[in-house]
């Protein structure tokens, strides 16, 4: 990695021989800061608007990471641990408070609750934000996106925790393809199906909408999904007018 473009800028200076995944992560973390950073100095109007939103993950994902420490109430590097009211307070009067507060019961925070919902505000902003931009090429991006999205949170809440239609739905994203015409977001109905699917059906259904090989090997490995959404925009990038 420290021998190919951004990623030797990111390692420049450190010693890799103490580089773990969290550090790599940290580090590859702000290179992509700085790469939003620079898109921002040159983007106008609605476009700047969906790039801001989209440097938010980053932003969500470390407030997950605070309150899973916070509920656990160990420490983890660069981290203090934090009771629940100190953990509200320091986010007190941003879009997230009201999001924290709904999801504390019995005096702690609900974990798994809070990051589902940080989540599904997130992709909701982004959805948004991609739709005002009136550019049809975002559009597609950020709906294939979120629907990948939503077929992740399916395949590892059936896989990994054997979990019924009813309880994995209230955790995927939101979707308003219902409000879209000619839309080509998987429906609410289509996601509650998903949940419930024998696992040669929903491979199909995949298949159909992202054009992709879903073998039961690939269709159950994350690495594959994720290396399925890194082509994908490849070539809508390269593809983009």
């Not at 103490?18 to 106008?44: K, M, P, Q, W």
């Not at 009771?83 to 702690?108: H, M, P, Q, W």
């Not at 991609?130 to 939503?150: F, H, K, N, P, Q």
């Not at 054009?211 to 159950?220: A, P, V």
Request: charged share 30%; aromatic share 10%; net charge neutral.
């Amino acid at each position: 990695l420290s021998q190919h473009g951004l990623y030797s800028d990111g390692l420049a200076g450190v010693s890799l021989s103490y580089i773990n995944r969290s550090s790599l992560e940290e580090l590859f973390a702000h290179g992509f800061d700085r790469v939003c950073g620079e898109l921002l100095t040159f983007a106008g109007g609605d476009l700047k608007r969906v790039i801001g939103v989209v440097t938010k993950k980053r932003e969500v994902a470390r407030l997950i990471d605070r309150a899973f420490i916070c509920a656990s109430g160990n420490t983890a590097e660069g981290v203090k641990a934090e009771s629940t009211e100190d953990f509200l307070n320091s986010i007190r009067g941003t879009v997230y408070s009201d999001i924290a507060v709904r999801c504390v019961r019995d005096g702690k925070l609900d974990c798994n609750r809070l990051e589902s919902a940080l989540y599904s505000h997130y992709f909701e902003s982004l959805s948004e934000a991609a739709s005002g931009a009136g550019d049809e090429d975002v559009a597609d991006m950020i709906d294939t996106l979120i629907d990948y999205r939503s077929i992740d949170v399916i395949l590892r809440a059936r896989k990994n925790f054997g979990m019924s239609a009813e309880a994995i739905y209230p955790f995927l994203p939101p979707n308003t393809a219902d409000c879209k015409k000619g839309g080509k977001r998987f429906t609410r109905a289509e996601l509650m199906s998903f949940c419930s699917l024998g696992e040669e059906e929903l491979r199909k259904k995949l298949e159909k909408r992202f054009g992709s090989d879903f073998s039961e090997k690939n269709y159950l490995d994350a690495n594959y999904r994720n290396m399925f959404l890194y082509k994908y925009y490849r070539k809508a990038f390269a593809s983009m007018k």
